[in-house]
């Protein structure tokens, strides 16, 4: 099973986030000397990512009787 992946806030690549933090990787471009330079947003705490529901269901933010169905 792959981790989620969300967009770095420094190079904006596609990065998997692993435990809250953004896994290590490299910034975009060619290498110039072949060696592996983490990128800045590296390692940074991630944002959790905001979900109402499981199954999409929103509950309204107005108080009263909810439908049944």
Do not use: K, W
Request: hydrophobic share 35%; with cysteine; proline share 10%.
């Amino acid at each position: 099973m792959s981790s989620r992946r969300r967009t770095c806030p420094v190079c904006h690549r596609d990065i998997a986030v692993v435990a809250g933090r953004y896994a290590r990787h490299d910034p975009p471009g060619a290498r110039e000397n072949g060696e592996l330079v983490s990128c800045a947003g590296s390692r940074q705490q991630a944002q959790l990512a905001v979900q109402p529901a499981l199954d999409g269901y929103a509950v309204p933010e107005f108080p009263g009787q909810l439908p049944l169905f």
